[in-house]
Structures are given as C-alpha cells and as structure tokens.
C-alpha cells in the first residue's frame, strides 16, 4: 500500500501485544496530580526541515531540544492529525501537532498539542506541508501561554505501535487560520486513530514552569 489506511485502523491492535495503547481520552477521574515540571523550551528554535513520506504518512524531520526537568529530549520529526487523535475530558479539537523526541534512555516522548481555529492567526501551515519550506521556527508550532500538561504511558498511534511512548498533552492550544485547517483536511482527511481504552492508566496533571 502507498499510505495507511486509516479506514482499516480496528486491525491495527494486532500489530502489538501491548494494552496501554494510544491515543486515549483524558477523563477528570483518570487525572491524578503530579509535581511541578520546569520546561525550557529555548532550544526548538529555527531548523531546517525536510519532508518525507513513508507509508505511515508524511513526517517533518527536523532538529530541536526540549528539556524538562533539566533531562533533555532531541526532536526527531513532527507530524499533523486531521482530527485531534487524544480527546480532553470528551472533547475533540480540529487538529493535533505531533512533535516526536528522543529520550534520553532511547525511547520516546511525544508533545502533543492541539490546534483550534483563529482567522486572526499569523501562522502558515500550507508551506510546510506542501514540503515548500526549508526552514521552520519550531517556536512558531509552540502555543502561548502553556499552563500545564497531562503526562501519561502509551504508543505511538500508527502499526506497529511502538511501545513505551512517554506522552505529554500540553492545555494551550496552537491558533490556526480556517485555510490552513481546510489545507490539512484536503491533504490528510480524517488521518487520526480512534480512542482507546485507558486499563487502569492514570494520567498524570503537571503545572509547566517555564525555566
């Protein structure tokens, strides 16, 4: 096949053993609140980015660091859902950004963040996905103001589903124009996996402190 299919996505879970699967529906009973985390989010800046399109769908590869904690996690690509893929306390947005990191132990993080609607936003999309930019200012995919983030253990959301994905959903949302939403939907309708079940998960509310 050329592309994923995403109309064929209930077999997917065949493609793993694993039960605590993604993406899930952050529900107030499953939240338990954590520590604060100290975010340093200087070092996802300006990079070249390169578009290419394996059959899980097109991928940004891109360079960054994000450091939480004082642990830091090199971007390794980023991507876009048609649909958000995670729900918040049973809600669905339009969109949702996938930048996808290397953690320090090898496995990996995933920063989720949301798109809604703002005709009064700045931010072009098209160029990037039409593989017409070179350069990206990763500052410029970032939401203002980000308060806090819900912190929970999954998989990616394409087969096979890799295991041992660490995930953080951060509140702020990243305002889109409608002709860039019109433009992610014509160029990827629909690309978003269903929810699955939490098993017992906690998912885990942590205020973000930027350092």
């Known amino acids: 096949m050329d592309k994923l299919d995403y109309q064929e996505?209930?077999?997917?879970?065949?493609t793993t053993k694993e039960r605590a699967q993604?993406?899930?529906d952050v529900t107030q009973s499953a939240i338990q609140k954590g520590e604060d985390w100290?975010?340093?989010w200087s070092g996802l800046g300006k990079t070249a980015v390169l578009k290419k399109k394996p059959v899980i769908g097109d991928q940004f590869f891109a360079t960054g660091q994000l450091k939480v904690n004082d642990r830091s996690y090199d971007l390794v690509r980023f991507h876009l859902h048609d649909g958000a893929e995670h729900y918040l306390f049973g809600k669905k947005a339009a969109a949702e950004l996938h930048?996808?990191?290397q953690r320090p132990?090898?496995?990996t993080l995933v920063l989720a963040i949301f798109l809604e609607?703002?005709?009064a936003s700045a931010l072009q999309l098209a160029p990037i996905l039409n593989g017409e930019e070179a350069f990206v200012d990763l500052q410029d995919l970032l939401p203002k103001n980000i308060q806090k983030g819900w912190a929970y253990q999954?998989?990616?959301t394409t087969p096979p589903l890799k295991e041992d994905v660490a995930w953080l959903l951060v509140?702020?949302?990243l305002a889109v124009h409608q002709s860039d939403l019109a433009f992610l939907k014509k160029s990827y309708p629909d690309n978003h996996r269903k929810v699955q079940p939490l098993n017992g998960r906690a998912v885990i509310e942590h205020r973000l402190v930027e350092s």
């Open 105 to 107: 132990d090898g496995g």
């Open 99 to 101: 930048l996808v990191f």
């Open 171 to 173: 509140d702020a949302p």
């Open 154 to 156: 999954g998989t990616l």
């Open 38 to 40: 100290s975010v340093d």
């Open 9 to 14: 996505q209930s077999a997917w879970r065949y």
């Open 117 to 119: 609607k703002d005709e």
């Open 22 to 24: 993604s993406p899930i």
